[in-house]
């Protein structure tokens, strides 16, 4: 993953962890659909989670909703389980208007020209 504007940062409980800590959003997003999934088939979590909106259950998952489904959220490292970071705020994307842009340097020939 070269671009980090999106990605999303998970954390491995696993302190000897090697593997990358990001994830795509898009198959983020399609992790976490199973995460909240398996939390649905939980006989323990529709107990604790009954009075939840689908809403409420994305916005609890990370938080108190992830000690219900820690099980599902297992690391390819084989010894550790993934949260995502919620502190973590991906940088701004990478785009060509800076002063050494295209479209700056067609600028600066264009009055030079003049």
């Not at 909106?53 to 916005?59: A, E, F, P, R, Y």
């Not at 990370?62 to 959220?73: D, P, R, S, T």
């Not at 705020?89 to 479209?103: E, I, R, Y």
Request: glycine share 6%; hydrophobic share 25%.
């Amino acid at each position: 993953i070269f671009d980090l504007s999106c990605t999303v940062k998970l954390i491995c409980n696993n302190t000897a962890c090697t593997q990358s800590r990001f994830m795509h959003r898009e198959c983020f997003e399609v992790w976490q659909e199973s995460v909240l999934n398996y939390l649905n088939k939980l006989k323990d979590g529709q107990k604790k989670t009954r009075n939840w909106s689908d809403k409420q259950k994305l916005q609890n998952l990370w938080k108190q909703g992830y000690n219900l489904v820690i099980e599902a959220c297992g690391c390819q490292c084989g010894h550790g389980h993934l949260r995502k970071d919620l502190n973590w705020m991906p940088p701004k994307a990478q785009n060509n208007s800076g002063p050494n842009s295209d479209s700056e340097k067609h600028k600066r020939r264009r009055k030079k020209s003049k």
